[in-house]
Every structure is written in structure tokens, then in C-alpha cells.
């Protein structure tokens, strides 16, 4: 039997790639682990983590501004942005030494450098090569761009979560979970920000009430929204630059431009190919149901596999992957119901069927109230939380849950429980609701929403 160096070598030290190894070495396998940046990954230091401090961060102007209607003078509140760059990045620190220090005490040894596929059982990082019994390649995703004149001018989220300064004027350039959060945070913080969607509305894939109402509280925030457009160039100037519509005369001038237009697997450069492991056209590794990919000791998980890209998903598949291979607990990730939210002003929270995706299945009863919330009758904000619910007409399961409105995902994270359980709207209409809570909404709907034709056929 071939000895190897390692029992796992896994490329890529994010939140799937973690999990899953220290898990492993938990078992007892001898592993390691190849990161080329910081321990942590996308999430811990480019995304969810770093992004959510920023949120909390802008999100005191809003609470500054709804104080007064509960008798609060606040005289001279002034904001410093460096400062709350400083802070989140300690905190980025201290983060990335509990990981380095997770991995370390389950004896994961941590290779510094980029990895490579030598052959099926060889990683090569920094002109050295190590042997495992199984490579695991949890390398994440980048931002990707379309390639038109001037794209080298524009910022990602990377870069947006680490300005010196806030600009003036920012266009940000997509309507998917990265554009719309970070309008909400850098319009917050008074920046002036148009978003250049290719849609009619944000959020293409959501339900299209949680869609609407998204897209219309960016513009009552003073978000200007440009639909159905796509940036032809940007040129720079001495002073700004200067976006050309397709199609259109528009020109946009503005002091800085962020892409948000999806984000591609990070796999160019891991030697796939003379390996033999396939990967998708958009360079996303093609894995089983056990994360294997075409190379039987080769297997990959969380975004490089383009399934789901969120990272309680890469989490769970790391778990899955340690549990069937080093801890003889066969384990697959199940798909069905898994929620998700963006960090909106206010946020989403979703789990389930769109009423669209449900309505391809069957007849459905659809639930919808608005409301204002009760915060916001002292405070004064024009601010409306709209809460959804998608039922299945014939067994009454529900099917989805959707609601936008402050705490929306901390909800929806329970609901989720209900919708893999199969709870039905009697389950729900059975449940005593705590009052006064915007969450006791989802127990108290009473009245379907009349069919709409449109709807009906979409
Ligand atoms: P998304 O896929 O969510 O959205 C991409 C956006 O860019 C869409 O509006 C899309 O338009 C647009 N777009 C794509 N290509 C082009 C193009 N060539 N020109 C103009 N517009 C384009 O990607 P994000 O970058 O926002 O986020 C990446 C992923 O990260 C998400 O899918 C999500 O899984 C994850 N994420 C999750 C978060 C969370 O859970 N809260 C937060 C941030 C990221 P169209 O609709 O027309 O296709």
C-alpha cells in the first residue's frame, strides 16, 4: 500500500476548507492545509464577517436619525471612517488567530503559499511537493468582471471593504446580494450611489415582492437605481470617471466604480487539467454527491463547485466530506430549503420557493401583509416590512418564506426549522405568536391574496 505525507492536503483555508480539516484531524487523520492568504477565507476576511461589521457600522446613522422620536437629543454625532476600518480589522485579527490556532490544536499543519495538482495524490506549494491519500480543493471564488474598456478602474467588494476614504459619488454595478448590501452601507454612510442593474429590479433569482420591495427602499433611500442597463465603458478622467450606457446616450460621472457582477471559481491556476479532474466553462469543479470529482482521490467543496455559494453551505459540505471519509458517518448535504439573506436597509431573510419557482409545481395560496413597524410610529420612518408566505394549495406544506424588514434573517433562520420539518399553514396558524413582534406576522396571516392572472401564468 502507498505511503503518503498526508492522509488529507487541502487547498484553500476558508470555511469549508477549514471545517473539514479540522474536523479530519480531529479524527486523528494526519492533515494539512495550503492558504497563499489569510487564514479564514472569503467569508472571515473579504465578505459575510468584514461586510456585517460595515452594516452595523452605517446602520447607527439610521438609529441617530430615529432617536429623535423617542425624545433623544444627539448634538454633534460625527462619523470617522478609518476608524471603524481600524476596528474591523483587529477584529479580523483576532479572528484569524482563533482559526490558525482551531487548526493547530486538531493538528492541522498550515503549508504558507500557493498549491498546485501535481498528480492525483501531490500538492506542490512554494517549490516543495507533498503526498495525501486524498486532496481536498476548497479554494474559493473571486470577483469576476465583464471585459470591457476601462474595467481596470473598478473596484470589488475587496477593495470596497478597505477605502482610506469614503468617495463622494460611487456606481455600483450590479443588483445581486454584494451590490445591493454594500448601496445600503456606503448610502448610509452618505455617499451619493447609483446602481446600474441589468434587470428591471435587484435580487434576479428572489421572490419578486422581496424584489420590489428591495429595490424600491434603495430609491426612497436616495439610491439612484439605472434599470435594465449595462455599462458599455469607463474612461477615466482627471478628476472622475465617466460610464457609457449600451444603447443609450447616459453618461455617469462619479468619483469611484465597484463591480458586484457575480463572483467565478478560483481555479486557473491548481493544474486541474493535467490532472484530469473536470471543470465546468466557468471553471467550477465538477463533484458527486460526496464531493469527489473525476479523479477518485480528488475532491472539492464550497464555492469552486459553483453549487450554492454561501458559506454555511461550504460548512456543511466540509462537515459532510470529514464525517464520511475520516469518521466512518456517510454524510450527504441536503439542497432542499436552505435559507439565505441579504444585508439590506432593511434586510432580507428567505427560506424556500419563490411564489414563481412554486407556482411551476402547483397551485399555491399566497400570504402577503405589510405593515409598518411598531419602532417606526414613534421614530417617523417611511419604512414598510413586508412578510410572505407561499403554501402549497393541495397538501397546505408551506413552501417558502420571505419577509424584508429589520430582523428578518434572525427570524427566517427559525422558520427554516418549520419548512424542513414540512409544517403546514395549520402548523403555523396553530402556533401562538409573541406580541408585539414583527416574527408573530408569519402565525396571524389570514387572508390568501386573490389569484392574479399574471401570476397565476407566470
Ligand atoms: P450575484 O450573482 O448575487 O449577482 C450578480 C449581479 O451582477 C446580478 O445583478 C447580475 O445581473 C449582475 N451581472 C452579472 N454579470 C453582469 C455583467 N456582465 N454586466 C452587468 N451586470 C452583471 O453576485 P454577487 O457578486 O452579488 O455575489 C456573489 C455571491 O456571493 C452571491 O451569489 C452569494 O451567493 C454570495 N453572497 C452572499 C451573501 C449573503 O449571504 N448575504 C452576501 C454576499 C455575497 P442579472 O440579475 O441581470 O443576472
Not at 487548526?103 to 516543495?128: M, Y
Not at 402549497?392 to 427566517?412: F, W
Not at 413582534?437 to 389569484?451: C, G, M, N, Q, Y
Request: with cysteine; net charge negative; hydrophobic share 40%.
Amino acid at each position: 500500500m502507498a505511503t503518503y505525507d498526508f492522509d488529507l492536503i487541502t487547498i484553500g483555508a476558508g470555511s469549508g476548507g477549514v471545517r473539514a480539516t479540522r474536523l479530519a484531524g480531529g479524527y486523528g487523520a494526519r492533515t494539512a492545509i495550503v492558504e497563499q492568504s489569510r487564514v479564514g477565507g472569503t467569508c472571515v476576511m473579504r465578505g459575510c464577517v468584514p461586510k456585517k461589521l460595515l452594516i452595523y457600522g452605517a446602520h447607527v446613522a439610521e438609529d441617530i436619525a430615529d432617536a429623535a422620536g423617542y425624545g433623544w437629543t444627539i448634538e454633534d454625532a460625527r462619523f470617522n471612517w478609518p476608524a471603524l476600518i481600524t476596528a474591523k480589522n483587529r477584529e479580523l485579527e483576532r479572528l484569524e488567530a482563533i482559526y490558525e490556532r482551531i487548526l493547530r490544536e486538531n493538528g492541522v499543519r498550515l503549508l504558507r503559499g500557493s498549491g498546485r495538482l501535481v498528480d492525483p495524490h501531490t500538492v506542490a506549494v512554494n517549490g516543495e511537493t507533498y503526498t495525501a491519500e486524498r486532496i481536498l480543493i476548497a479554494c474559493g471564488g473571486w470577483p469576476a468582471t465583464p471585459a470591457i474598456p476601462g474595467i481596470e478602474h473598478v473596484i470589488s467588494s475587496n477593495e470596497a471593504l478597505d477605502l482610506m476614504s469614503l468617495p463622494k459619488r460611487l456606481v455600483i454595478v450590479g443588483g445581486g446580494y454584494i451590490g445591493v448590501e454594500f448601496a445600503g452601507i456606503f448610502n448610509a454612510l452618505g455617499v451619493d450611489v447609483t446602481m446600474v442593474i441589468r434587470a428591471g429590479a435587484v435580487l434576479r433569482g428572489f421572490d419578486e415582492d422581496v424584489r420590489d420591495c428591495v429595490t424600491h427602499d434603495l430609491e426612497k433611500r436616495g439610491v439612484r437605481m439605472v434599470r435594465e442597463s449595462e455599462v458599455r465603458s469607463i474612461e477615466k478622467g482627471a478628476d472622475a470617471y465617466t460610464l457609457r450606457i449600451a444603447g443609450s446616450d447616459t453618461l455617469l460621472e462619479t468619483d469611484l466604480v465597484m463591480y458586484a457582477t457575480g463572483r467565478a471559481p478560483n481555479t486557473g491556476s491548481l493544474g486541474l487539467a493535467a490532472v484530469g479532474v473536470a471543470v465546468k466553462e466557468s471553471g467550477a469543479i465538477v463533484v458527486d454527491e460526496w464531493n469527489r470529482s473525476s479523479v477518485e482521490s480528488v475532491f472539492a467543496l464550497g464555492d469552486c463547485t459553483d453549487r450554492v455559494q454561501l458559506t454555511p453551505v461550504a460548512i456543511t459540505e466540509g462537515r459532510a466530506f470529514a464525517e464520511t471519509f475520516f469518521h466512518d458517518n456517510p454524510m450527504k448535504v441536503d439542497y432542499q430549503a436552505i435559507p439565505s439573506a441579504v444585508f439590506s436597509q432593511p434586510p432580507v431573510g428567505t427560506v424556500g420557493l419563490s411564489e414563481t419557482e412554486a407556482r411551476r409545481h402547483g397551485a399555491v395560496d399566497v400570504y402577503v401583509s405589510r405593515f409598518k413597524p411598531l419602532k417606526h410610529t414613534l421614530s417617523g420612518r417611511d419604512e414598510t416590512t413586508m412578510v410572505k408566505m407561499v403554501v402549497d394549495a393541495a397538501s397546505q406544506r408551506v413552501l417558502g418564506c420571505h419577509m424584508v424588514g429589520p430582523d428578518a434573517p434572525e427570524i427566517v433562520q427559525g422558520l427554516a426549522i418549520a419548512l424542513k420539518c414540512g409544517a403546514t399553514k395549520a402548523d403555523f396558524d396553530a402556533t401562538i405568536g409573541i406580541h408585539p413582534t414583527a416574527a408573530e406576522e408569519f402565525v396571524t396571516l389570514r387572508d390568501k391574496r386573490p389569484d392574479h392572472p399574471a401570476r397565476a401564468a407566470e
